[in-house]
């Protein structure tokens, strides 16, 4: 089956700071999404993005799915945005339609 | 629009016991899925319904579970008996249709004593 790598699996900044992480997958997909999973278990969505770049506030993403990556850029980082984060692709077919996660990248945010 | 909304959001059972989670989806999504986090793992697929019909159902680990989406709306998951390696975090996601962004509730974190 498809295979999804996060990386790093652990990130540890200072407030204010930026970083990019990182998802790789094994095969063409028709579906991705990253998650912001918070400390109290939610898991929120942030961005719907097989193809392409999207914006939004101080988070984007982009997608090259020629290459089997995706990146999820955080900018200005804030304690708020501590938690884990998941990215999920899925081949999007009628009958091959569940989400693969990866392991996650969890961020800690320091003040 | 509200989002998908699962409850319990917590439920702590004894070992053998049976417990329930429901998971009612976006109005008017037909597809309807399960997931879990165990043990701090990754988030795994557990099934797939289109409308009241199951689709896939090749991420389910035994026949302790048994997942049902009468009428196509919402869908519960029982276990039945729970054992201590049930424990985690059970999500549910909807979509309108496949290949279309799941949207996620908010997970019954289940605990087995």
């Known amino acids: 089956g498809i295979q999804v790598e996060q990386s790093p699996p652990d990130l540890i900044l200072q407030e204010g700071a930026n970083s990019t992480l990182r998802c790789n997958f094994s095969?063409?997909?028709?579906?991705l999404q990253w998650f912001h999973q918070n400390p109290w278990g939610q898991l929120i969505n942030l961005f719907y993005?097989?193809?392409g770049t999207k914006q939004n506030g101080r988070l984007s993403a982009t997608t090259v799915a020629t290459e089997r990556y995706s990146l999820l850029y955080i900018s200005s980082s804030q304690t708020t945005d501590s938690g884990v984060y998941f990215c999920?692709?899925?081949?999007?077919?009628?009958?091959?339609?569940?989400?693969?996660f990866g392991a996650g990248t969890r961020l800690t945010v320091k003040p | 629009e509200a989002g998908v909304t699962q409850f319990p959001s917590h439920s702590v059972i004894e070992k053998g016991q049976t417990v329930t989670l429901r998971c009612d989806p976006i109005?008017?999504?037909?597809?309807l899925y399960w997931y879990r986090r165990v043990m701090g793992k990754e988030i795994k697929f557990l099934l797939h319904f289109v409308k009241e019909s199951k689709q896939d159902e090749s991420g389910m680990p035994n026949n302790r579970f048994l997942a049902e989406r009468t009428g196509g709306t919402y869908s519960t998951l029982k276990v039945q008996p729970a054992e201590l390696e049930d424990s985690g975090v059970y999500f549910c996601?909807?979509?309108?249709?496949?290949?279309?962004?799941?949207?996620f509730g908010d997970g019954t974190r289940l605990s087995i004593l």
């Open positions: 993005i097989p193809s």
């Open positions: 999920a692709v899925g081949l999007g077919g009628w009958n091959n339609n569940d989400m693969r």
């Open positions: 095969d063409s997909v028709n579906n």
């Open positions: 996601a909807s979509s309108q249709t496949w290949g279309q962004p799941q949207h």
């Open positions: 109005s008017g999504h037909d597809n």
